[in-house]
Every structure is written in C-alpha cells, then in structure tokens.
C-alpha cells in the first residue's frame, strides 16, 4: 500500500445524508434542537459514514505502545519499563481503557509498534515493532525517514483491516513513556506555538522536572529545526513509533468512512500530522474530550475541533476516546429510537 493512495482516498463528507438525519431530528419529540451536541453528532456520523438509518456501530480502540530514546534524558516520572509492564496489562485486561471499553462493548487491540521489549508470540497483541523505541532525539533523529512513513502506513492498514471487519468507529489510544515530549515536541512545530505552552506534567512530574522538560524541548527543535510544511519530517526528526501509527489509523481510517474519536494529547500530536498529511481526513475526527495536558488546548484550537467533555483526564491509553464513543452510540440511538410527533401521536408546538 502507498501512501498517496491511502490520502487520495479519503472523501468528502456526505452533507446530503447530513441535511437528512437533521431534518428527522427536528421532527423527533422535544423541542428543536433540545439535546445540543447530541444532535450535532449524529448528524456528523451520518455525514462520514453516508448512511442514513444508522445502527449503534462496532466500536475498537486501537492502543499503539512504543519506547522513546528521549526517556533516558529524565523528562518523566516513571521509567521506561513501564510501557513493555502497561502492554502486559492490556493484555489481561486490567487497565482504565479495557474497563471503559468493556463499558461501552468496545474491543480493545494493543498494537507493539516500537516497544523495547521482546513480547515473542504472546497472544492477543498485534506484533507490528519497527524498532525497539525511537532514538534519543536530544541526540540524533528520532527515526530515519522511511521509518516514519512505515509508522504511518501500518496505522492506515490496520484501519483498513477493521474497516473489512465491520468496525464502525475507531478510538484512538497508546502507551509509551516519554510520549507527552514527543507531543509537544510535534504541536510545538505543526502549530508555531511556543514550547512552554505546549509542554505539560506529563505523568506527574514536579516543577524542577518539568523546567528541565522544557529546556530539554527547546534543545531538540533548536538541534533538528524540523520542517512544519513537511510532517513526515517532524515526525522523523522528534516523534514517535506510535504517534506515527496513530496518524495512519486517522488517514486509513477516513479513507474508508470511519470515523474517529481522539483521545488525549498524543492522539491530538498525531491527528496534526494526519490532517498536514491529508487535510480532508479532519471532517472524519471527534475530539473526545479535553486533556488537562496544556498543549491539549492548542492542538483542539488548530484542528477546530470542540470535546465532548471535559473531565480532567490524564491518563491517554484511549480512556476518553471510550467515553467519546459512548456518548457517540447515544447520539445514534436517539436518531434512530426517537419517536417522531408523527410516530408517537404528539401534538406539536403551536
């Protein structure tokens, strides 16, 4: 697969079958417009996917894990081993993603694609590791170019490969020590923010590292100036394995009509590379909610996008696109369940 064929596929949006599914929810039982945002949901899924009588879709969070070289510079709180002992309790389903995604009948599939660690066979993982963790980009790229274009492309096919499964809607997750500094490292760039406002605790790290998070940011994009009209450039020179599959289960994802909930900061680090790779590929997000990572709130305003909600969530693994989901299943079932006052019989406003 070629990746200018999976960005000359993604479609417009269906707005035909949009003006449709807006005209059932005006005639439902309640004033117009009375469930807000609810409305505006369904009618956006209506839109991307074009079908009009929609069922409650199969919904799969693809949870991509990856190490960072730039964990060893001491930018967060836990030590990189954590991201190969996380995969493991995906696995047996005893994270915040699996219970949320059992919560809403969602599958969870837990994708290695760069984690230093040999997992060999073990079942229920989807082996797909181009490295054991990126380079230390305080020191040298982060990836070679075709690294990064590879990254890109196994999201898009595995996107393809759920869309040929049935699945309806995809939520976005990942693990991976060290990631929150490739983000901001990737919003910085894409979005010509500074790096202070887009750098945030992370897993919790106190003031003193934090201070030398940013210092440490500051190195990298002085050191590789990484080229913001060309994002498989950022990606390369500062990003990261899963950032980059994530960005490709966006594109392979809107290429075949699915559309996707976004998780936190990374999944947001990853949809600025999706959408400067392929802008159409923005009418196919859903912004889950809103992360209390500070340059959250940056990557939300440069795709136009508005969460769902806002919980002061932290934890990425793709909890909140669960919620998102949920919220997006509600939405469909009141298009579809809802009486019309013609069906139900009701009189209607004088």
Request: proline fraction near 4%.
């Amino acid at each position: 697969m070629d990746l200018q064929q999976v960005l000359d596929q993604i479609p417009v949006l269906d707005r035909d079958s949009g003006r449709h599914a807006q005209q059932r929810l005006d005639r439902l039982t309640k004033p117009v417009g009375s469930l807000g945002r609810l409305e505006d949901l369904a009618v956006r899924y209506v839109e991307m996917t074009g079908d009009r009588w929609p069922k409650v879709p199969q919904a799969a969070i693809f949870t991509f894990a990856a190490d960072h070289g730039i964990a060893a510079e001491g930018v967060s709180a836990y030590p990189a081993a954590v991201t190969a002992q996380m995969v493991l309790n995906f696995l047996r389903g005893g994270a915040g993603v699996n219970v949320l995604a059992r919560h809403i009948g969602a599958e969870v599939r837990v994708i290695d694609i760069g984690v230093a660690h040999d997992f060999e066979s073990i079942s229920g993982l989807i082996h797909r590791k181009i490295a054991p963790g990126t380079n230390n980009c305080l020191r040298e790229p982060a990836m070679t170019r075709k690294q990064a274009e590879e990254a890109v492309l196994i999201g898009a096919e595995l996107a393809r490969g759920a869309a040929l499964d049935g699945v309806g809607v995809i939520g976005t997750g990942d693990m991976g020590i060290g990631n929150t500094t490739a983000s901001a490292a990737i919003t910085a760039v894409i979005t010509g923010a500074t790096v202070r406002d887009v750098t945030g605790r992370g897993t919790g790290i106190d003031d003193a590292t934090f201070e030398h998070k940013v210092a440490v940011l500051q190195e990298i994009l002085a050191l590789h100036h990484p080229d913001p009209r060309d994002p498989l450039d950022v990606l390369a020179k500062v990003g990261g394995f899963e950032i980059g599959g994530l960005a490709g289960l966006i594109l392979g994802a809107a290429a075949h009509r699915v559309p996707v909930v976004l998780d936190g900061f990374i999944a947001g680090a990853a949809a600025l590379i999706a959408v400067a790779l392929a802008p159409r590929c923005q009418d196919y997000l859903i912004a889950s909610h809103r992360s209390v990572e500070r340059g959250h709130e940056v990557v939300l305003q440069h795709l136009g996008l508005a969460p769902l909600l806002d919980l002061g969530l932290r934890l990425g693994e793709g909890t909140g696109a669960c919620l998102g989901i949920g919220l997006l299943q509600a939405s469909i079932q009141i298009l579809t369940q809802m009486a019309t006052f013609d069906e139900a019989g009701v009189s209607e406003r004088v």
